[in-house]
């Protein structure tokens, strides 16, 4: 069982940054697609970006344009750096990982999920 924790999380004003990590208890090489999801107090999980093996990314538009996903196989760890960030981008965010990734990006469906990280854009 491959275990995913996210950190980096935490309170910024509008407009500002926040890098978001996850780290795998393993090697993160069989995971054939990684991705961050969010989930805003009563609202839907959201997926926000996913990243391939290959390094092919996919956003939201919602996020596209401020957001950038990445992956460091060597370190065992996703990252998400975030960008211009507004009060709608409130939610805690997960990682989650796949072995059975194609390539779609809607189709993303992980096979293990971290614990979640708070993001709170406020004043």
């Known amino acids: 069982q491959v275990q995913l924790v996210e950190s980096g999380g935490g309170l910024v004003q509008p407009g500002g940054s926040l890098t978001l990590s996850c780290a795998a208890s393993?090697?993160?090489?069989?995971?054939?697609?990684m991705a961050w999801y969010r989930q805003g107090q009563g609202k839907q999980r959201e997926l926000v970006a996913v990243?391939?093996?290959?390094?092919?990314?996919n956003y939201a538009d919602s996020v596209k344009g401020r957001f950038t996903i990445s992956r460091d196989n060597a370190k065992n760890t996703m990252y998400l750096q975030m960008n211009s960030l507004k009060p709608e981008d409130t939610a805690v965010y997960y990682c989650?990982?796949?072995?059975?990734?194609?390539?779609?990006?809607?189709?993303?469906?992980?096979?293990?999920w971290g614990q979640g990280t708070q993001v709170t854009v406020s004043l």
């Open positions: 989650g990982a796949s072995r059975r990734y194609g390539g779609m990006w809607f189709a993303m469906v992980p096979d293990y």
């Open positions: 393993g090697s993160i090489f069989s995971f054939n697609g």
């Open positions: 990243i391939s093996s290959g390094g092919s990314t």
